[in-house]
């Protein structure tokens, strides 16, 4: 199964492809979609959907997993993201690709084993799981990599999940058989529910760095 995470922005949009063979990840390729400010809004979020069905055409990938679109205090970058968000739900949509979403905590959870990860740690995971001979970068293209690790963790553990649903968090957790890489993206769920910040986020998931 290959999965293609998506980092959404206007000027860059990170995107990673990685491959799962049963608990095995490998990156199958990663980089990242620019755009120069001076271009018109309707041209980039164009040039941005038309290369993104490049990515899709080449490698035709089974899920798409983006980034939950947090509010900000930055209004316009929130805007920015929001918009570039659009265009990808909208090439999954037409290609036919089914959605994945994953916030901030979940991503840092399945690649650095805890939700206070800095952005330096899960670059590093990035690579370890996905056994890079170097660091990803540039950074964009890095937490595509970690979102689409993030979804194939949670399809290879989770699977009873309905494949259809958006928000993982709005869904009855499973009654038995819990993993502890489930069991930990539980806790961040619950935590961000909660308000309670991400440095008291226990370190539940595995702490092999290979897929599990």
């Given at each position: 199964?290959?999965?293609?995470g998506i980092d959404p922005g206007t000027?860059?949009?990170?995107?990673?492809?990685?491959?799962?063979?049963?608990?095995?990840?490998?990156?199958?390729?990663?980089?990242?979609?620019?755009?120069?400010?001076?271009?018109?809004?309707?041209e980039r979020l164009?040039?941005?959907?038309?290369?993104?069905?490049?990515?899709?055409?080449?490698?035709?990938?089974?899920?798409?997993?983006?980034?939950?679109?947090?509010?900000?205090?930055?209004?316009?970058?929130?805007?920015?993201?929001?918009?570039?968000?659009?265009?990808?739900?909208?090439?999954?949509?037409?290609?036919?690709?089914?959605?994945?979403?994953?916030?901030?905590?979940?991503?840092?959870?399945?690649?650095?084993?805890?939700?206070?990860?800095?952005?330096?740690?899960?670059?590093?995971?990035?690579?370890?799981?996905?056994?890079?001979?170097?660091?990803?970068?540039?950074?964009?293209?890095?937490?595509?990599?970690?979102?689409?690790?993030?979804?194939?963790?949670?399809?290879?553990?989770?699977?009873?999940?309905?494949?259809?649903?958006?928000?993982?968090?709005?869904?009855?957790?499973?009654?038995?058989?819990?993993?502890?890489?489930?069991?930990?993206?539980?806790?961040?769920?619950?935590?961000?529910?909660?308000?309670?910040?991400?440095?008291?986020?226990?370190?539940?998931?595995?702490?092999?760095?290979?897929?599990?």
């Amino acid at each position: 199964m290959i999965i293609l995470g998506i980092d959404p922005g206007t000027a860059m949009l990170g995107w990673g492809l990685v491959e799962r063979t049963g608990s095995r990840l490998r990156a199958v390729d990663y980089g990242v979609i620019s755009t120069p400010s001076d271009m018109p809004l309707p041209e980039r979020l164009e040039a941005i959907y038309l290369s993104l069905t490049d990515l899709i055409e080449l490698h035709a990938p089974a899920l798409m997993g983006v980034e939950r679109l947090f509010f900000t205090k930055n209004v316009q970058t929130a805007f920015a993201v929001g918009q570039a968000r659009g265009v990808v739900l909208l090439a999954a949509a037409i290609h036919g690709i089914e959605i994945r979403e994953a916030t901030p905590n979940e991503v840092k959870v399945a690649t650095a084993g805890h939700g206070s990860a800095s952005k330096d740690q899960v670059q590093r995971m990035v690579q370890a799981v996905l056994g890079l001979a170097e660091l990803p970068t540039p950074d964009d293209a890095a937490d595509a990599l970690a979102i689409a690790i993030c979804v194939a963790h949670r399809e290879r553990s989770v699977s009873r999940i309905p494949v259809g649903a958006f928000d993982r968090s709005a869904l009855t957790p499973a009654p038995s058989g819990i993993t502890p890489y489930e069991r930990a993206v539980r806790e961040a769920l619950r935590r961000e529910r909660l308000g309670i910040g991400p440095e008291s986020v226990v370190n539940r998931a595995p702490k092999s760095k290979t897929a599990s």
